[in-house]
C-alpha cells in the first residue's frame, strides 16, 4: 500500500528555561610543592633533608623563593652519619616540563592522573664546607599515584657524586563544588579530599565574582577560610579565575593559601592550582551554567523532518538541536487536529534517523515534531 505523507517543520514549545538554582560542579587542587621524604644515599653513610624552612626538614620543594631561575628551590640539611655532622644549605632544580597533554591549564608533572618516567631536569646546590656544585635529578612516577621517587645527585666533593633517593609525593584534592549561579556573583561550597589519602580533606565556602567585562570567562575568587581534618583554619587569598578557550567547561586559576594573622610569613605548600570544571549547560548555549546568566534561556531552533521508505521499515530524519527533547507525533486527517506523540527522545546526533513502528496503516498520515 503507497503511502501519501505531508511532513510538518517541528512546533516549538515555548516554555523558557527557570533559574538553575543550586548545582554541582567538579572541583580540583593541585599544589606546585612537592613533597619529600628523606633522602639516603645507597651507602648509608648520608640522609638529606629539604623544605622551605632554614631548618629544612618539612620536606617541600616550593616554588623559587631563592629567585634562583629555576621553578623551584629548598633548604637543605645534610647529616653525616659517621662523624655525625649536620651541614646546612640551599638548592634550585628544574621540575620536569611535561607539558599539558589533557589541556586544562594545569602542567601534567602536578596531576597524579599523569605520571612521568625517567624525566631529567639540572639544578645548582651550595653546601656549607662543601660550597656550590651542580645538582641532576631523574624523576619517577606512575601515572594514577600520588607517590614517586626521586633520584638527586650532589657533588659533596669533585670526585665523590652521592646520590640521594627520595619518595616524594604529589598534593591533589578532589571532591565536588556545590554553587548557586548569581548574576554578578556566585556563590559555591567545596568538599574536597586528597587523592590517594581521603582521610586528609578540604571544605568550606567560596565566593566568585564576575568580571563585568568579560563575566562569561572571568571570575575572581574571593579571600575565605576553609578547614581541614583537624579542624584548623586554613585562609587564601583573592586570585582570578579564567575559563579555558580549549576547555569551555573548565575554569581555572591561582589558590593562594596564607596566613592571616602574619600574612608577611612564608606559608608552606602555600600555591596551588584550582580547576573547575562544570559540565551543566541548562540552555544549551556552549556556556556553563557557572558563569551563565541565571535563568537565561535558548530555545532550540525549529526542527525539520525528511521521510524515506526502504523495503523493510519507513524512516524519518530528523534534524534539530542536540541535548533537547524532541517529539515525533502523527495523524491521520489534518481537520482532525488529534496529534498523537509516536516516539520522544532527547536528539543526540543532527540528523538522527527515527525508525516508524508501528509502520502507519492509512493512506494519508501527516507527521511533524516538537523540540523543548
Known sequence: MKLLSCLFAGILLACPLVCQGSQTAKASIFCYSIRFQRGID???????????????????????FFSSGYTHSAYLSLTDELFGDMVPGQMAIDVPDAGDANKDGVPD???????????????????????????????????????????????????????????????????????????????????????????????GPAEFV????????????QAGIWTNESQQAVGY????????????????????????????????????????????????NGIPDFSDDPGSSRLPRHPRLELFQTSTNLLLTLHGDVGYT????????????????????????????????PPPVARTTFWRARAR
Open 326 to 357: 524532541h517529539e515525533v507525533q502523527q495523524l491521520t486527517a489534518l481537520e482532525s487536529g488529534s496529534w498523537q506523540t509516536t516516539t520522544s527522545f532527547v536528539l543526540t546526533n543532527d540528523p538522527q534517523v527515527v525508525v516508524l513502528l
Open 109 to 203: 608533572f602536578f596531576q597524579i592522573s599523569q605520571g612521568v618516567t625517567n624525566v631529567a631536569s639540572s639544578g645548582a646546590d651550595h653546601l656549607a664546607s662543601y660550597g656550590d656544585g651542580a645538582v641532576t635529578a631523574t624523576w619517577n612516577r606512575n601515572a594514577g599515584s600520588k607517590d614517586g621517587s626521586c633520584r638527586l645527585s650532589i657533588k659533596l666533593l669533585p670526585s665523590q657524586p652521592v646520590v640521594f633517593t627520595f619518595p616524594f609525593e604529589i598534593l591533589e584534592y578532589k571532591g565536588p563544588i556545590n554553587y548557586t549561579a548569581g548574576t554578578n556573583k556566585v556563590s559555591a561550597t567545596l568538599n574536597l579530599a586528597q587523592t590517594g589519602n581521603p582521610s586528609s580533606f578540604m571544605k
Open 42 to 64: 645507597p651507602n648509608g653513610n648520608y640522609f638529606l633533608d629539604l623544605g622551605s624552612t632554614t631548618a629544612g626538614t618539612d620536606g617541600e620543594l616550593a616554588l623559587d
Open 210 to 221: 564576575k568580571t563585568p567585562a568579560d563575566r562569561f570567562n572571568e571570575l575572581t575568587l
Open 237 to 284: 587569598v583573592q586570585h582570578l579565575l579564567s575559563r579555558v578557550e580549549t576547555w569551555p567547561t573548565n575554569y581555572y586559576g591561582y589558590l593562594e593559601l596564607d596566613d592571616d594573622s602574619n600574612a608577611s610569613t612564608f606559608y608552606p605548600y602555600g600555591i596551588w592550582m584550582l580547576s573547575i570544571d562544570d559540565l551543566n549547560d541548562s540552555n544549551h
